[in-house]
C-alpha cells in the first residue's frame, strides 16, 4: 500500500540537447530556437552576452503623473483619506480657483482625471477592469428577471500578468525557456514539470503555455454563504515547485457572472442558453488580449534579465467535471476527452476533437448530435452551419476564438475535485455506507457507522496525519479534509466490509497517491496502470453486493491517467483516462 506521494526530492535533470519526441508537427529540417536571449528590438544576441541591466527610474520621473505635486495629491485623496469623488471635485475646484490668481491650473481638472492618472500607472498587479453583460434579446414586462438584469464580469488583462510573471527576477532558476527530457538516475524519461511533456516541443520560440482554470466555489466564512466563480491562470513554464509554493504563479485574472433566476426557469432553454454564451463570451473576452500573441511572437523580459522572443498558447483547462460540460459543449454523462457511449464509458473510442466536431454539427441534426454523440450544438454550432441557416445566435466555445486551441485537447481534469473529493469521497464512501445499510439495516449500520468515526477519531498524533476528533461527521468539507480522511479511512473500515471492498479501495489509493506524485517515470504509469486495473477487478465486490447492480457508468474519470495524456503518446482506440470511469 502507498500511503504518501513519494516524488524525488531533487531537480529532475533536464537534458536539452536530445532530439525531442517524435512529434508528427516537428520537422527535422527546421532549427529549434529554444528560447535565445535577445535584445528589445527581438535580434537574437552572441552567445554569451549578459543581459542587459533594468534602467532605474529617474528621481524625476513621477510618469504617468506631471508631477510630484500631481503624485502626492492622488496619494493622499485616493489613498489615504479615500476621498469621495463628488468631494474631490469640490476640493479641486476651490484649489482652481485659488490658482486662477496666478493664471495656473491645479493639479487635476476633475476626480476623472485624477482617476485616469491613476489607472495609467504600469508598476504593481495589473489592474481590474470590469466588462457589463445582459441579454440582447426582445425582454416583455412579463418576462423572467434575468432577461432584464446587468452581469458584471470583473478580470485583469492576462497579457499583463503574464508578462508581469516573466520579468518576476525571483523565479530565475525556477522557469524553462525550452522544452527538455527529463531524465532519472538510470537514464530512464521522467516527466515532471509542464516543459517536460511532449505537448511543449511543437513550438519553436520561447513557448510560453497558459494554463487556464475555473471553478465555481461558495464562501461562507464572514461573507454570507456568497458563490464565486474565480478564473485563473499560470505559466506553463514555471517549476511545479515554485507553483506549489503559492509565489504568485498562479493568479486570479477575473470572476465570472453567476445568472440566478427563480427556480422554474432552471430547465428553460432559453436561459440555459444566455448562461453558456454569457460563459464562454465572458472567457474569450478576459483572454482576448493574448490572441495576437499567439500568432506573432512578442518581446518579453524574462526572469534571467534576458529579453526572448516569447509565443503564447493555451495548453491546458483545468476543471471539474460539470465545468466541463459546458466547456466542451458535450451532454452530461458524456466524456469530453474521447467518445464511449455513457452507458460503456470503458469501451472503446476515438478521440474527441474540435474538429470532429465541427464535421459532426455540418452533417447532422440537433437530435442525432445529443442522442448518438453526446454533442450539445448550442455550444458547437459551426459557422459553416450559422451561415447556411441563417441562426443569429453564434455560440462557440471560445477556443474557436484562439488559433491552435482545442477544447478537447485542453481540458485536464482536476486532482482535487475529481479525484480526492469527487471519486473517493463522494462516491467509495458513500458506497461504503450504502453496503453496510443494505447488510445489517438502518438500524445496525448506524451503530457501525458510528464506530468507523470512533476509529477515525482516535487516529494517534503523528506528522502527516490529521485527527477527526467528530470522526468525518461535519457539513463544510474541504479539499484538505479528504486528501486527511485518505490516510486513515481504510484501516477504519477493516472488519467492516468484505476484504475485496478494503482491497478496492486500497488500489484506488495507490493511483491517487502515484498521481499525486512530483515526477512521473515509466515505472510510475506502468504502476498507476497496474494500480487501475487492480481497482476495476476489486470494483465488482459494489456490483455483487447490490450497492451498483446497474454498473459504474459515471462520468467521474480517475485524474491520475490523464498523465498518460499528457506526457506521452497514447493510442486513440483505448484512452487511459477513461480506464478508471465509475
Same mark, same amino acid.
Given at each position: 500500500m502507498?500511503?504518501?506521494a513519494?516524488?524525488?526530492?531533487?531537480q529532475v535533470?533536464?537534458?536539452?540537447n536530445l532530439?525531442g519526441?517524435?512529434?508528427?508537427?516537428?520537422s527535422?529540417?527546421?532549427?529549434?530556437?529554444?528560447?535565445v536571449?535577445?535584445d528589445?528590438?527581438?535580434?537574437?544576441?552572441p552567445?554569451g552576452?549578459?543581459?542587459?541591466p533594468k534602467?532605474?527610474?529617474?528621481?524625476?520621473? !513621477?510618469?504617468?503623473f506631471e508631477?510630484e505635486?500631481q503624485?502626492q495629491t $492622488?496619494?493622499f485623496l485616493?489613498?489615504c483619506? @479615500?476621498m469621495?469623488?463628488g468631494?474631490?471635485?469640490?476640493?479641486?475646484?476651490?484649489w482652481?480657483?485659488? =490658482?486662477?490668481k496666478?493664471d495656473?491650473l491645479?493639479p487635476?481638472?476633475s476626480y476623472e482625471?485624477?482617476?485616469?492618472?491613476i489607472?495609467?500607472?504600469?508598476?504593481?498587479d495589473a489592474?481590474w477592469?470590469?466588462f457589463t453583460?445582459? +441579454?440582447?434579446?426582445?425582454?416583455?414586462?412579463?418576462?423572467p428577471? !434575468?432577461k432584464?438584469?446587468?452581469?458584471?464580469? !470583473?478580470?485583469?488583462?492576462?497579457?499583463v500578468?503574464?508578462?508581469?510573471m516573466?520579468? #518576476?527576477?525571483e523565479?530565475?532558476?525556477?522557469?524553462?525557456y525550452?522544452? +527538455?527530457?527529463?531524465?532519472?538516475?538510470?537514464? =530512464?524519461?521522467?516527466?515532471?514539470?509542464?516543459?517536460?511533456g511532449?505537448?511543449?516541443w511543437r513550438?519553436r520560440?520561447?513557448y510560453?503555455?497558459i494554463?487556464?482554470?475555473?471553478d465555481?466555489t &461558495?464562501i461562507?466564512?464572514?461573507?454570507g454563504h456568497? @458563490? +464565486?466563480?474565480?478564473?485563473?491562470i499560470?505559466g506553463g #513554464?514555471?517549476f #511545479? &515547485?515554485?507553483r506549489c509554493?503559492? %509565489?504568485n504563479?498562479?493568479?486570479?485574472a477575473g470572476?465570472l457572472a453567476?445568472p440566478?433566476s427563480?427556480r422554474?426557469?432552471d430547465?428553460?432553454p432559453?436561459?440555459?442558453?444566455? =448562461?453558456? @454564451?454569457?460563459?464562454?463570451?465572458?472567457i474569450t473576452a478576459i483572454l482576448?488580449?493574448f490572441?495576437?500573441r499567439?500568432?506573432?511572437?512578442?518581446?518579453? %523580459?524574462c526572469p534571467? %534579465?534576458?529579453?526572448?522572443?516569447?509565443?503564447?498558447d493555451?495548453?491546458? +483547462?483545468?476543471?471539474?467535471?460539470?465545468?466541463?460540460?459546458?466547456l466542451a459543449g458535450i451532454?452530461?454523462?458524456?466524456?469530453p476527452?474521447?467518445?464511449? *457511449?455513457?452507458t460503456?464509458?470503458?469501451?472503446l473510442a476515438?478521440?474527441h476533437?474540435?474538429?470532429?466536431?465541427?464535421?459532426l454539427?455540418?452533417e447532422?441534426?440537433s437530435k442525432? *448530435?445529443?442522442?448518438?454523440?453526446?454533442?450539445d450544438d448550442?455550444?458547437?454550432?459551426?459557422?459553416?452551419?450559422?451561415?447556411?441557416?441563417s441562426?443569429?445566435?453564434?455560440?462557440?466555445?471560445?477556443t474557436?476564438?484562439?488559433?491552435? $486551441?482545442?477544447?478537447? /485537447?485542453?481540458?485536464?481534469?482536476?486532482?482535487?475535485?475529481q479525484?480526492?473529493?469527487g471519486?473517493?469521497?463522494?462516491? *467509495?464512501?458513500?458506497?461504503?455506507?450504502?453496503?453496510?445499510?443494505l447488510?445489517?439495516?438502518k438500524?445496525?449500520a448506524? /451503530?457501525? *457507522?458510528?464506530?468507523?468515526?470512533c476509529r477515525?477519531?482516535a487516529a494517534?498524533?503523528?506528522?502527516?496525519?490529521?485527527?477527526?476528533p467528530h470522526?468525518?461527521?461535519?457539513?463544510?468539507w474541504t479539499?484538505?479534509?479528504?486528501?486527511?480522511l485518505?490516510?486513515?479511512y481504510?484501516?477504519a473500515?477493516?472488519?467492516y466490509?468484505?476484504?475485496k471492498?478494503?482491497?478496492?479501495?486500497?488500489?484506488?489509493?495507490?493511483a491517487c497517491?502515484?498521481?499525486?506524485?512530483?515526477?512521473? &517515470?515509466?515505472e510510475?504509469?506502468? $504502476?498507476?496502470?497496474?494500480?487501475? /486495473?487492480r481497482f476495476?477487478?476489486?470494483?465488482e465486490?459494489?456490483?455483487?453486493?447490490?450497492v451498483?447492480p446497474?454498473?459504474?457508468?459515471?462520468p467521474?474519470p480517475?485524474v491520475? &491517467?490523464t498523465?498518460m495524456?499528457?506526457?506521452?503518446?497514447v493510442p $486513440?482506440h483505448?484512452?487511459?483516462?477513461?480506464l478508471? #470511469?465509475l
Amino acid at each position: 500500500m502507498i500511503w504518501m506521494a513519494l516524488g524525488a526530492s531533487h531537480q529532475v535533470p533536464r537534458v536539452h540537447n536530445l532530439p525531442g519526441p517524435n512529434l508528427p508537427h516537428l520537422s527535422p529540417n527546421k532549427p529549434l530556437h529554444r528560447g535565445v536571449p535577445c535584445d528589445s528590438e527581438g535580434n537574437p544576441l552572441p552567445p554569451g552576452t549578459p543581459p542587459l541591466p533594468k534602467t532605474a527610474a529617474q528621481p524625476t520621473n !513621477w510618469s504617468p503623473f506631471e508631477s510630484e505635486i500631481q503624485f502626492q495629491t $492622488a496619494d493622499f485623496l485616493y489613498c489615504c483619506v @479615500e476621498m469621495l469623488a463628488g468631494n474631490i471635485d469640490e476640493l479641486l475646484e476651490i484649489w482652481a480657483l485659488d =490658482k486662477m490668481k496666478s493664471d495656473q491650473l491645479g493639479p487635476f481638472t476633475s476626480y476623472e482625471h485624477m482617476y485616469s492618472s491613476i489607472d495609467a500607472i504600469q508598476l504593481g498587479d495589473a489592474p481590474w477592469k470590469c466588462f457589463t453583460v445582459s +441579454y440582447t434579446g426582445d425582454v416583455q414586462p412579463s418576462d423572467p428577471s !434575468w432577461k432584464s438584469a446587468e452581469y458584471k464580469v !470583473w478580470f485583469r488583462d492576462p497579457e499583463v500578468i503574464m508578462t508581469q510573471m516573466l520579468n #518576476n527576477p525571483e523565479f530565475n532558476g525556477h522557469f524553462d525557456y525550452a522544452p +527538455y527530457v527529463g531524465l532519472d538516475r538510470s537514464g =530512464k524519461r521522467r516527466w515532471s514539470d509542464f516543459m517536460s511533456g511532449n505537448y511543449a516541443w511543437r513550438h519553436r520560440a520561447l513557448y510560453c503555455p497558459i494554463i487556464a482554470g475555473s471553478d465555481k466555489t &461558495t464562501i461562507s466564512v464572514a461573507t454570507g454563504h456568497v @458563490e +464565486y466563480h474565480p478564473f485563473y491562470i499560470s505559466g506553463g #513554464n514555471l517549476f #511545479n &515547485t515554485v507553483r506549489c509554493a503559492h %509565489r504568485n504563479t498562479v493568479v486570479p485574472a477575473g470572476f465570472l457572472a453567476i445568472p440566478k433566476s427563480d427556480r422554474k426557469y432552471d430547465n428553460d432553454p432559453t436561459f440555459r442558453k444566455f =448562461k453558456q @454564451e454569457l460563459y464562454h463570451d465572458s472567457i474569450t473576452a478576459i483572454l482576448k488580449t493574448f490572441r495576437p500573441r499567439m500568432i506573432k511572437p512578442v518581446v518579453c %523580459r524574462c526572469p534571467d %534579465r534576458h529579453f526572448r522572443c516569447v509565443i503564447y498558447d493555451l495548453a491546458t +483547462y483545468i476543471a471539474d467535471y460539470p465545468e466541463q460540460v459546458y466547456l466542451a459543449g458535450i451532454v452530461q454523462n458524456w466524456c469530453p476527452k474521447c467518445t464511449p *457511449l455513457p452507458t460503456n464509458l470503458d469501451g472503446l473510442a476515438d478521440s474527441h476533437s474540435q474538429q470532429f466536431t465541427e464535421g459532426l454539427v455540418n452533417e447532422l441534426d440537433s437530435k442525432r *448530435l445529443w442522442d448518438e454523440y453526446g454533442i450539445d450544438d448550442d455550444i458547437t454550432m459551426s459557422f459553416s452551419r450559422l451561415q447556411q441557416t441563417s441562426i443569429l445566435i453564434t455560440l462557440q466555445p471560445f477556443t474557436f476564438h484562439f488559433p491552435c $486551441a482545442d477544447i478537447h /485537447e485542453m481540458l485536464s481534469a482536476d486532482l482535487l475535485h475529481q479525484l480526492i473529493k469527487g471519486m473517493f469521497k463522494d462516491h *467509495l464512501v458513500q458506497w461504503v455506507g450504502d453496503y453496510l445499510y443494505l447488510e445489517h439495516g438502518k438500524a445496525q449500520a448506524n /451503530e457501525i *457507522l458510528d464506530d468507523i468515526d470512533c476509529r477515525i477519531a482516535a487516529a494517534p498524533l503523528f506528522s502527516g496525519l490529521r485527527r477527526f476528533p467528530h470522526g468525518r461527521r461535519f457539513k463544510q468539507w474541504t479539499g484538505d479534509d479528504s486528501k486527511a480522511l485518505m490516510k486513515v479511512y481504510l484501516p477504519a473500515i477493516s472488519g467492516y466490509v468484505p476484504p475485496k471492498m478494503v482491497q478496492c479501495i486500497s488500489a484506488f489509493l495507490d493511483a491517487c497517491y502515484i498521481a499525486r506524485r512530483a515526477d512521473i &517515470t515509466q515505472e510510475s504509469l506502468a $504502476a498507476l496502470q497496474t494500480a487501475i /486495473e487492480r481497482f476495476h477487478t476489486h470494483r465488482e465486490i459494489f456490483r455483487t453486493s447490490g450497492v451498483r447492480p446497474t454498473g459504474f457508468n459515471l462520468p467521474c474519470p480517475l485524474v491520475a &491517467t490523464t498523465f498518460m495524456i499528457k506526457y506521452r503518446q497514447v493510442p $486513440a482506440h483505448r484512452h487511459p483516462h477513461c480506464l478508471m #470511469n465509475l
